[in-house]
């Protein structure tokens, strides 16, 4: 589907596959439009495609009747990745809905299709219409922010106010940690322990609830079917999302993943009521079984609500205060209530400030090694020319666009096929892999000890797995995904985020779901016929590693296993390991 396509031909594209006599949301969105007196009257606001929100920020400054608003559904975006194709569909459909949401508000809604960036699309409406100086909530992308950067510089008026629907400020994490230094460790319990603190979520007289900051301990329980798992809401897409899902199968048809069956919710209504959904009946159970993995139960008691807070549906202080008084009211247990508090209120945060001050981990390079094969970004098999010209210096070697590039374990190894629905034989692999291209979406622990560990066993690149989470999941985003993917799931920031690589071998996976058990391969054999891989990629790993890993004080215990395991074991065990790389790297990547 390669080929030139002007702004007239995404306007025709976004009414196909509409409800019969029902209007296209171009003409239901047409009626909202501006006109002179508008131009004039208004505020007019730019909304960034993952801040729709009126609860917080400027919509809240002002009347509706004295409020515009800019909004851009941009191909030459979406092209840019071969993004999971619901990723796509939740990502424009709430914008679309967010739109009329806004128009019957009494909003008036400037909505533009465009086949070049968001950047370059504002200029170009900015100079047609006439439009007066924008405000934007400052985008939580740094693409997306570099992308208003350089429209600036080519004349665009906007100013950028501050970025409310976050639950801390740049100011709270300099306040722990000072400036970026190279070298300097960022333990993230520290931040953490300071939000509650400033907050008061889960403070009384200024020490925390039951007496300790983190109830992780209690929260590591494997899922037995000690108790039902609640059945999760499927929202039934309506005229808007069909349009939206036929527009994206047509347009973006070789992108990874499925779209059938899409069910996420793309109207505030459904957002909140998913929120409540979760609150009521998943995150009362949600601590003990927080890292528990099932090849039946691939959601357990998880909420999904992170794809809604990264399109700012939904607001983080909101939700930790909502599950800060149902653990206050005994609806929801303490340590079920603080480890959802902490993903929020700590981690989500703590990367997000990471990433702003480390430039997305650039400011790394110079002082942590970096990867240095070649291989070119992952593109979107259905890119147009003008979307290709609309990223140009992504092609360019000073790219300011191009991602980090950190490994400080030296894995630089090509990402293999597995990661695109060939069957690798192993199942725990295989089952959260098809589960992604469905959904687009599994929860942490599947993302970190299944995903990440095969690649840091195996040594693949930590910038391909990076991008690889980026297009393929619904909640990525750049702020979220480098530093998660580089530092928590990889170690290739050489430790900044983490105090030691996650990784395990298959006793860990056997101990915390029930893959194992449906496996072609002995989780108790680390060599020979039927062997895991997973044991014998574990103790290559850190043999490995040892130069760089052996002092970490947390892997002792491992390291002294190690040097005594017997010369001929060892050689088996790395022979075992040579032969899984080997198996996993023979497969061809299939289309999308």
């Not at 967010?98 to 170009?124: M, T």
């Not at 005229?239 to 047509?250: L, M, N, Q, S």
């Not at 996650?502 to 072609?520: E, L, P, T």
């Amino acid at each position: 589907m390669n080929g030139n396509r002007n702004s007239q031909d995404v306007v025709v594209a976004c009414s196909r596959g509409i409800t019969p006599g029902m209007p296209s949301f171009a003409e239901q969105i047409a009626k909202s439009a501006p006109d002179a007196a508008d131009i004039k009257q208004r505020r007019w606001i730019y909304i960034p495609y993952d801040r729709y929100t009126d609860r917080t920020g400027p919509l809240t400054e002002q009347s509706a009747a004295a409020t515009g608003v800019v909004i851009v559904e941009s191909t030459a975006k979406a092209l840019r990745r071969p993004y999971h194709k619901k990723k796509l569909v939740v990502l424009i459909s709430n914008m679309r809905h967010f739109a009329l949401e806004q128009a019957a508000r009494g909003v008036s809604v400037l909505y533009v299709f465009s086949p070049k960036s968001h950047g370059q699309a504002l200029v170009d409406v900015q100079r047609e219409h006439a439009l007066p100086e924008l405000t934007c909530m400052t985008p939580a992308e740094r693409e997306l922010r570099l992308d208003l950067a350089t429209a600036i510089e080519n004349g665009l008026q906007m100013k950028f106010a501050e970025d409310t629907t976050w639950a801390s400020r740049t100011a709270d994490f300099t306040e722990v940690y000072g400036t970026y230094k190279p070298g300097k460790s960022y333990v993230m319990d520290r931040f953490y322990r300071k939000a509650r603190q400033k907050t008061g979520i889960l403070m009384q007289n200024g020490k925390p609830v039951g007496g300790q900051f983190s109830f992780d301990a209690d929260n590591r329980n494997p899922y037995k079917n000690q108790i039902p798992v609640p059945k999760p809401p499927k929202f039934r897409p309506d005229p808007i999302t069909e349009e939206v899902i036929a527009f994206v199968g047509e347009t973006y048809a070789q992108h990874f993943g499925e779209i059938d069956g899409f069910d996420l919710p793309c109207t505030q209504a459904d957002c909140d009521l998913m929120w409540r959904f979760a609150l009521e009946h998943l995150l009362p159970h949600f601590g003990p079984f927080e890292d528990a993995m099932r090849d039946d139960h691939g959601q357990l008691f998880h909420s999904k609500t992170s794809v809604l807070l990264n399109l700012g549906r939904l607001l983080a202080l909101d939700l930790v205060r909502d599950v800060a008084q149902a653990a206050e009211a005994g609806a929801i247990p303490l340590a079920s209530a603080e480890g959802f508090i902490r993903q929020l209120l700590g981690w989500r945060e703590f990367m997000r400030h990471l990433h702003g001050e480390t430039d997305g981990y650039r400011l790394l390079a110079g002082h942590v090694p970096q990867e240095h094969r070649r291989f070119t970004q992952e593109v979107s098999p259905d890119r147009t020319e003008e979307a290709t010209k609309a990223y140009a210096s992504a092609i360019s070697k000073a790219d300011p666009y191009a991602g980090a590039r950190p490994s400080a374990l030296g894995a630089s190894l090509p990402l293999p096929a597995v990661y695109w629905g060939v069957k690798s034989g192993l199942h725990c692999m295989d089952t959260v892999v098809a589960q992604v291209i469905q959904e687009g979406w599994s929860h942490h622990i599947t993302r970190l000890m299944v995903l990440s560990n095969l690649a840091n066993l195996c040594g693949f690149s930590p910038r391909e797995l990076t991008d690889w989470f980026w297009f393929a999941y619904v909640d990525a985003y750049d702020w979220v995904v480098e530093p998660n993917v580089l530092g928590m799931a990889t170690y290739a920031d050489g430790g900044l985020t983490a105090t030691k690589p996650y990784v395990s071998g298959a006793a860990y996976i056997n101990r915390m779901s029930n893959f194992c058990g449906h496996c072609q391969y002995d989780p108790k054999k680390s060599t020979g016929p039927g062997s895991c891989p997973f044991t014998s990629l574990y103790w290559t790993f850190l043999e490995r590693n040892q130069d760089i890993l052996a002092g970490n004080f947390r892997l002792q215990m491992p390291y002294n296993t190690l040097r005594k395991k017997p010369a001929q074991e060892l050689m088996q065990l790395r022979a075992r390991a040579e032969e899984a790389i080997a198996h996993l790297q023979s497969f061809k990547r299939p289309a999308y």
